[in-house]
Structure formats: C-alpha cells, structure tokens
C-alpha cells in the first residue's frame, strides 16, 4: 500500500506564494507519474500539473507560467511552486501518484485559500 501525504497548504492573499509538497511511501515499484490536481467547491477535478520519472512536465492552461512542478526521485517527493495567486486557485490540491506497476494511489488533499 503507498502512503501519499501533502503539505503546504494554507491562507494566501492575491499575488502571494505557496509552496505544497507531496511524500510517497511504500511503494514496491518506481514511480512513474506524479500529479497535482484541485477541486474548488461545486467544480470538477482538474489537473494541475503533472511530472513524469524522466523530468516532463505538463501544466493545466490557467497555471502556466504561475506554478512550477518538480520532484526529488530519490525520495518520491514532489512540489508544487505558486507565485501569483488568485483567488479562483482557492481549491483542494490533491496529489496523484501512479507506480510503475500496479494501481494510482491520492492524498487526502490540502486546501489552499487565496484571500484578501
């Protein structure tokens, strides 16, 4: 069973910053993709961003050029970088982790709020 835990979250106000993290445990293969999604209320789940074991990223249209993902292989972390935020980023961010083999595995999320 893998373990998938986020951080970061909080209260920001617009144009400000947060950095969330997600930690994968227990995973008996390599992780192939790593994903942040949010949920704002009464909206669909989208796709934030998305990192591949190989470094390729890809970005949801109302975020490119504000966030930056990454990750650290070695520890089966990833961040997810937010510079000028709005208040429509106000959401659950949820991060996806999908094993070489085997099941997609989310976190329980953690909010982000953007208000002044």
């Known amino acids: 069973q893998v373990q998938v835990v986020e951080s970061g979250g909080g209260l920001v106000q617009p144009g400000g910053s947060l950095r969330l993290s997600c930690a994968a445990s227990?995973?008996?293969?390599?992780?192939?993709?790593m994903d942040w999604y949010r949920q704002a209320p009464g909206k669909q789940r989208e796709l934030v961003a998305r990192?591949?074991?190989?470094?390729?990223?890809n970005y949801g249209d109302s975020v490119k050029g504000r966030f930056t993902i990454s990750r650290d292989n070695a520890n089966n972390t990833m961040y997810l970088q937010m510079n000028s935020l709005k208040p429509e980023d106000t959401a659950v961010y949820y991060c996806?982790?999908?094993?070489?083999?085997?099941?997609?595995?989310w976190g329980q999320g953690t909010q982000v709020t953007v208000s002044s």
């Open positions: 996806r982790v999908l094993p070489l083999y085997g099941p997609d595995y």
């Open positions: 227990g995973s008996r293969s390599s992780i192939y993709l």
């Open positions: 990192i591949s074991s190989g470094g390729s990223t």
